[in-house]
């Protein structure tokens, strides 16, 4: 038997490291969002930083007058919209029960005719609420344990809203001397390959940030406009769901026309309103996929629909919201190593 050569050690080295810093990154997921967060904000907000350094501004200067501007937009959003969504999760409040009555008279009885199965029976649903109800010590644990654990999570938030903006502060102060750290650290032989394929991330997560992101808030923009131009009482809410979800293909026109209808037709009683809905989403998809996406997206992001999907779900597993927020980007980057890795498989004697 021959003895491991040199380039194999080094090869079972670097996939023994890399299992281990996943494995180390799935054991510190729980504390990571908020330092993975203020990467993300330092990344998207240092080309700023750096252009007002080009005007003879200090660096911490810079990053005082950015931070200022970006909290001052957060601010104006949230004094703007916060008053504008809780009077549409008011109207949402009050169209439940003609949406739940609607459900139960018509959409079931309709699904249960034409699929044959049995209509669930609203007496076993009662039974069951009075079965919990009538046990007040084992509900009252629930309840307590449920409002312990809301108060747990309610603190994880706030530490977190109050981590990420210091960590972003502080990573935009020295960013050019953790990337020159960083840069440093990369074996002299692999480092024009590591810049370059580093530069072709870069690439796409502008594409993602400058492209997909304004994207997403055009669209939900353009469907919160529609839907509360013909006079529907939660359009704002669902164009902004609309508009988040829309990050994976037609999922947020397929979900935003059946929510969208139902709404219009619980509200309206007419066939009509949900022919307006239609026109509104065909409207908005044609707009996606002939100008919003072509222009500011194009194919430089490249990920399958299906990939998305896993995207999303594996970050919301591992880092809750902002892993969601943070799948694609993560995501993007990942296809990039591998399309390298592939490019160097067909051309090694292996795959020949």
């Known amino acids: 038997m021959e003895p491991l050569t040199l380039r194999t050690w080094n090869l079972f080295y670097v996939f023994f490291s890399l299992l281990a810093l996943g494995w180390l990154l799935y054991l510190l997921a729980p504390i990571l969002t908020p330092f993975l967060t203020g990467a993300l904000l330092a990344y998207l907000v240092d080309p700023l930083v750096t252009r007002l350094t080009r005007l003879h501004l200090s660096r911490l200067f810079s990053v005082i007058i950015i931070f200022c501007l970006l909290f001052s937009v957060i601010v104006l959003l949230i004094l703007f919209l916060v008053p504008l969504i809780q009077n549409q999760l008011e109207n949402l409040f009050d169209a439940l029960p003609g949406i739940i009555d609607w459900a139960q008279q018509k959409a079931i009885p ?19 609420l009075v079965e919990h109800l009538t046990r007040p010590g084992e509900t009252t644990g629930k309840f307590f344990n449920s409002v312990l654990h809301s108060g747990v999570v309610l603190m994880e938030w706030v530490m977190h809203l109050i981590l990420i903006p210091v960590v972003t502060f502080y990573l935009l102060l020295d960013w050019q001397k953790v990337i020159t750290n960083i840069r440093n650290l990369i074996p002299r032989r692999i480092e024009p390959t590591v810049v370059k394929l580093t530069k072709e991330c870069n690439a796409v997560l502008s594409a993602f940030f400058r492209g997909q992101l304004i994207v997403m808030i055009a669209l939900g923009t353009l469907y919160s406009i529609g839907l509360t131009l013909i006079g529907l009482h939660i359009g704002l809410i669902l164009g902004i769901i609309i508009g988040f979800i829309s990050i994976v293909p037609y999922l947020g026109v397929i979900v935003g026309i059946l929510s969208a209808s139902i709404a219009a037709y619980v509200q309206f009683g007419t066939f009509s309103s949900i022919v307006l809905v239609l026109v509104i989403f065909v409207v908005g998809h044609l707009i996606e996929h002939l100008y919003l996406t072509p222009k500011l997206v194009g194919n430089r992001i490249g990920l399958h629909p299906v990939a998305v999907i896993f995207a999303i779900l594996a970050g919301g597993k591992l880092f ?24 160097h498989y067909h051309a090694s004697h292996l795959y020949r």
């Open 110 to 128: 309709w699904f249960a005719n034409q699929l044959g199965f049995q209509e669930p029976s609203m007496s076993t649903i009662k039974s069951t």
């Open 320 to 343: 809750g919201f902002f892993g969601v927020l943070l799948a694609l980007p993560a995501a993007a980057v990942i296809m990039v190593w591998l399309r390298f890795l592939m490019t």
